[in-house]
Nanobody
Framework: QVQLVESGGGLGQAGGSLRLSCAAS????????IGWFRQAPGKAREGLGC?????????YGDSALRGRFTISSDNVGNTVYLQMNSLEPEDTAVYLC???????????????????WGQGTQVTGSS
């Protein structure tokens, strides 16, 4: 079992920044990936990016968000961060992290295979 807790959401001013955290605990996590996703009202859940807790490069989704969003990890504490810069109103969504023992490429394309999800944190981008 893996527990994931997101934090850091809130109201972000247009052009501003927010940093979200995803704290993972539970099973031995060495073989797990953690991905960041978001779901805006009325839209499908979108994969933003993914990182392996055993190391390796971050894999980003196919979105143009790549230039504004950065994913990193705290290897000591099993916490993964989503740094969001140049916020826009269109970034308004629930942001979730998920974990599983799959490749990042799989996690971003096949969200339904991911067994462990956090509760999500709301981000509202103001104009």
């Amino acid at each position: 079992q893996v527990q994931l807790v997101e934090s850091g959401g809130g109201l972000g001013q247009a052009g501003g920044s927010l940093r979200l955290s995803c704290a993972a605990s539970g099973s031995t996590l060495d073989n797990y990936i953690i991905g960041w996703f978001r779901q805006a009202p009325g839209k499908a859940r979108e994969g933003l990016g993914c990182i392996s807790l055993s190391g390796g490069p971050t894999v980003y989704g196919d979105s143009a968000l790549r230039g504004r969003f950065t994913i990193s990890s705290d290897n000591v504490g099993n916490t993964v961060y989503l740094q969001m810069n140049s916020l826009e109103p269109e970034d308004t969504a629930v942001y979730l992290c998920a974990a599983d023992e799959v490749a990042c490429s799989t996690a971003l394309r096949r969200l339904k295979v991911l067994d462990y999800w956090g509760q999500g944190t709301q981000v509202t981008g103001s104009s």
